[in-house]
């Protein structure tokens, strides 16, 4: 049961054939209000109303419909348990009710719920309970529970006649469970552009900074000069043009470099290494610079495409098969997947190879929801591969051909046919069969031009005459507000850093960025003082991760990944497995990763982030060894204190000088010690 449409009830629906509203919560301690209890349960079980039944406890229903939030007693909640119990032990056949309690506008309030799944109709005591007799049945009719009459029996055996055969619906699926509404999206763009940039300007200043040492037309080298592409000088103009950045009048002066190419062998360049080095970081900018582009074009395009996840559903109790399912939705409403955004040259290879189509196109595995088996074997298109040729070496696939594979691999995601008529689009599908019970997820996303309100559907099977049609609309904006999220401000500084990481700036910086949520509020801070982040061996960090199991957290929020720790494996275990199985966001403000609206694409980001992390405090102890050796081998000194006689100098780092104090005071020494000796001497 989701919070905010139980709180939409409390708010605005009456008592109905669907609704009942409480005072107060049923007393356990009174028979007569257990007898109560079950007639309320067995009547809405009973009602010929569709959809779900709730009995709202802690609301005082007036006659003209205003109500009073009362709330319930807190001392006479019982455990779901004990509701499910009494109604197990006393109504037959079995009826499943979901109890809840929810917080809203400083009460309690117990809901009942009913689900559609109880319709083995009719229902009706076991025994006799209390003055209630055996076989005694009530039916909810508006907003009473009256006896069943024999039409509403007939009406019962009709509905029993017709569940001989499967009961297939149309269903959204909201945060990877199963909804009766859908929900609409927007792809997102995973690149971090403004970090792009950076890398491109900081390129741009590097080659501006390197100072050419030309070599001589003289000197014998190997193979043709080299000279930079005019594609390469055109994109690197270009952009610098449109960025305002500056270009040296000899930027793409490299010198004078040969190169020489051996077939199925590296190329090899002949110059000085500032001229090599140069060329080099020409290239890359260039290819850089293509490569940011075609993505920031191809993401841009793919971020104005909206999407929903669907699934079917089958609530009868007989197994089907050759389901056929068609909806219908408004023309122009639909995206036209020849309009889907295919990447540029730069780009396409890394598209494919990653399988960056596949994340955004595929129904990410769900709980509960099986993935849908197409009746036919699909012909899935092969990537272009490359050839050796002799004499000439490898030859890469053309654009043309990866672009056609895309087109191709493209429809056999979407197993979809379209149907397009003047006023409307349907789109059709076919599943393999369905259990009862089952729910099967669509082949992949529906993409939408925009936004829509509700989806028609019809749905055909093998074995059920009827055809079963419907519509299910989307999920409803929050128009009230809903108890707070509950943040775990994870904060960790080891021994050896410096103020930049200290626990007032991580601290500050989690305030900072939730000060203006009004969704979240800091359920507790925890502090690791001086702890490593190679292992999960911290005492805060534990308590954290016992909160999360006792579900008291709902998001995490830290500085950078490196705060959680460095090592891969236990990262990538409370990423990928602890995180997931308690439902509990994170946010990692300085890595712009939001648990709350990522799509799983940032979670590959998250993986190189650990990598690095892992590898950071090995690479930085590395880095400080090999610069002490360096410092040794120049006659540096590095130790923390000088011998006795020497003193560090106060004007050069690294160096020591004789000690003129300590220097009298050996001389003394040595001539005391061999005036003795001499004396020593004479005596003898």
Known sequence: MEDDFLIECIENEIESSNFDFKRDIYDFDIEESKEDFLIDVMSFANSHANGSKYIITGVKLNKDNSRKLRGINEQKIKDGADYQSLVNDNIEPNIIIDFKVIDYDGNKFGIFKIGSENNDKPYLLSKQYGKLQKGYTRIRKGQKNEYVSRRDFDIFYKEKNHDEYSSINLKGIINRNISDTFEIKKFENPV?????QTIIENLYKQINDIKVIRSSKSTIKFGNELSIEQENIDTIQQYAKENNIFLTEDFFDIGYITFFSIPYSTTNYYGNESEKKKYKMICE????ISIFEGYKKFYGKISEIYYTELAIQNNGKKFDEDIEVTLKIKRGILFDLDNFPIPCESIIESVIYNEIIEKYLNIEKNYGINEYTSKYIKNIPVIPRGVNIPAIGYSKPSYDSYAEYFKEYLKSIIDYEFIVEDEYCF?????????????????????????????????KTKYNPNIQKGKIIKKLKEWFKISKLKVAAYIRISKKEKEVNSISNQKDLIDYYIKDKEDMKIYNYYVDNGYSGTNFDRPELKRMLKDISNKKVDIVIVKDLSRLGR???EIGELLHSILPLYDVKLISINDNIDGLNDEEDSYLLKGLLNIYNESYPRDISNKVKTALTTKKINGEFVTSYAPYGYKKSRYEKNKIIIDTEAAKNDIWQYRKRLKQERNSRYSK
């Open 285 to 288: 900018l260039s290819e850089t």
């Open 427 to 459: 789109i059709r599908y076919e599943q393999k069969n369905i259990k009862p019970n089952e729910a099967i997820s669509f082949p992949a996303r529906i993409l939408f031009n925009s936004e829509l309100d509700e989806i028609e559907y019809e749905i």
């Open 567 to 569: 090592n891969y494996i």
């Open 192 to 196: 971090d552009l403004k970090k792009a």
